[in-house]
């Protein structure tokens, strides 16, 4: 089993930054495709980045490229999202998963632990 429990998130004006992190149980995090989610109020949980279990691998939803990163501490168990230039549009609750396949997949099936999520506001 693995428990995954993100932090940091909050409220920031537009054009602000945050870095949601998120900790992991367990001896295996560093095999696992590390990946963030989000869903906004009405509406379905969407893609916004992942990392291979190395960290050589990295994707990003079009939204979010070139203002977000993601990377990963294997050492502490922990993945991190920098989000800096944050929109109004960004709002929602920020969710991490850890992928057993090692797939760095984009949509949220593969997934195989969540955590509970942090909730991000962007105010404009």
């Known amino acids: 089993q693995v428990q995954l429990v993100e932090s940091g998130g909050g409220l920031v004006q537009a054009g602000g930054s945050l870095k949601p992190s998120c900790a992991a149980s367990g001896r295996s995090f560093s095999s696992y495709t590390m990946g963030w989610f989000r869903q906004a109020p009405g509406k379905e949980r969407e893609f916004v980045t992942t990392?291979?279990?190395?960290?050589?691998?990295?994707y990003y939803a079009d939204s979010v490229k070139g203002r977000f990163t993601i990377s990963r501490d294997n050492a502490k168990n922990t993945v991190y999202l920098q989000m800096n230039s944050l929109k109004p549009e960004d709002t929602a609750v920020y969710y991490c998963a850890a992928e057993v396949t090692n797939w760095a997949s984009r949509t949220p099936d593969p997934y195989n632990y969540w955590g509970q999520g942090t909730q991000v506001t962007v105010s404009s």
């Open positions: 990392i291979s279990d190395s960290g050589s691998i990295t």
